[in-house]
C-alpha cells in the first residue's frame, strides 16, 4: 500500500475497527459510528483501497495486503476490537491471522470463514475482467441489488435500494477488480476462529441471501467464546438496512469489554 487509507475517526478510549462490504465504502457504518462513539470508544472506519477517498492499492490483490494497509492506518494501537461486514468479515478474519494477540474481540456480520469453491473463485475472476474491460460497474446493479438488500428492504425502502445502487454505480472498476481478485484468492478462516479464544460476536440478517444463518451459525461453533445473533427484516447489509439493530447488538457486545480494555 503506497498511500495511506481516508479513515473516520471519532471518539476516544479502546478502539473499534469497523471494515466495510463489497463494493460499498466507510459510508456503510456511519449510523453506527457516533453512537459507538458516545459509549467511550475510538471508532475507527477506513475505505478499503480503491473504495471511497482511498487510493487504488499497488500490491498485487490478496487480503494479506488488505490487512497490512488497515494495519498501517492503526498505526501503534495495541489491542482493538474489530468487526466486519461480508468482505469486511473476510478482512477482520485476515487481520485475527496476522496479529491474533492483538485482537481484543471479534465482530462477524454477514459474512463466512470458508474459501470460495472453484466454481465461485473463477466467476469472481470473470467479473474482474469484465469491469476492468468496461471501465464501469454500473452493470453489476441487477445482479447486485437483490443478493446485497432483503426482501424487506427493496420492498420497503426505496431510498436505501437508491443509495447503495449509487454505491455500486461509483464504485471505481480497478478498486473492484482488485477486491475481487483479493476475495478470489482468500484462505479457508475456519482454522482460525478455532484457535481464537477472545470473545467474539456473530451476526447475519435473517434474509441474508449471500452468507445466510447456516455460515452464521458454523463460525460461532468454531469460535469458543462466541454470541449468535439474529437481525431480523435485514438482508446482506445489515449494518445499512437494520442500522439501529446492529448497532444495539455491537453496543451490548462491547460493553462489558470496556472497563478490561481500559
Ligand atoms: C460483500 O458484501 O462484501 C460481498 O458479498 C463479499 C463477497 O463477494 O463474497
Avoid at 479513515?7 to 460499498?24: E, I, Q
Amino acid at each position: 500500500m503506497t498511500s495511506p487509507l481516508a479513515c473516520t475517526d471519532r471518539g476516544s478510549g479502546p478502539v473499534v475497527l469497523l471494515l466495510h462490504a463489497f463494493p460499498c465504502h466507510r459510508h456503510m457504518w456511519r449510523e453506527q459510528v457516533d453512537p459507538i462513539a458516545s459509549l467511550g470508544w475510538r471508532v475507527l472506519v477506513p475505505d478499503l483501497p480503491g473504495f471511497g477517498d482511498s487510493p487504488e492499492a499497488v500490491d498485487e490483490p490478496s487480503m494479506t495486503a488488505m490487512a497490512r494497509g488497515v494495519l498501517e492506518t492503526l498505526g501503534e494501537t495495541d489491542r482493538f476490537v474489530v468487526g466486519g461486514l461480508s468482505m469486511g468479515g473476510y478482512l477482520a478474519m485476515e487481520i485475527l491471522r496476522q496479529v491474533p494477540a492483538r485482537v481484543a474481540a471479534l465482530m462477524l456480520f454477514d459474512t463466512k470463514a470458508t474459501a470460495d469453491p472453484e466454481a465461485a473463485r473463477l466467476g469472481r475472476l470473470q467479473v474482474a475482467d469484465r469491469v476492468e474491460e468496461a471501465g464501469r460497474t454500473g452493470f453489476l446493479l441487477p445482479e447486485m441489488i437483490p443478493n446485497l438488500l432483503g426482501d424487506t428492504t427493496r420492498e420497503t425502502r426505496p431510498d436505501l435500494v437508491a443509495r447503495v445502487s449509487k454505491w455500486i454505480a461509483c464504485a471505481r472498476p480497478g478498486a473492484v477488480a482488485w477486491a475481487q481478485r483479493a476475495m478470489a484468492d482468500r484462505p479457508d478462516s475456519r482454522p482460525d476462529l478455532a484457535a481464537y479464544g477472545g470473545p467474539s460476536l456473530v451476526a447475519c440478517g435473517d434474509e441474508d441471501r449471500i452468507t445466510p444463518r447456516a455460515d452464521a451459525a458454523e463460525m460461532a461453533g468454531l469460535l469458543r467464546n462466541s454470541r449468535l445473533e439474529t437481525i431480523s427484516g435485514s438482508g446482506h447489509l445489515s449494518a445499512v438496512e437494520r442500522p439501529e439493530d446492529v448497532t444495539r447488538v455491537i453496543a451490548d457486545f462491547i460493553g462489558p469489554l470496556r472497563p478490561v480494555l481500559g
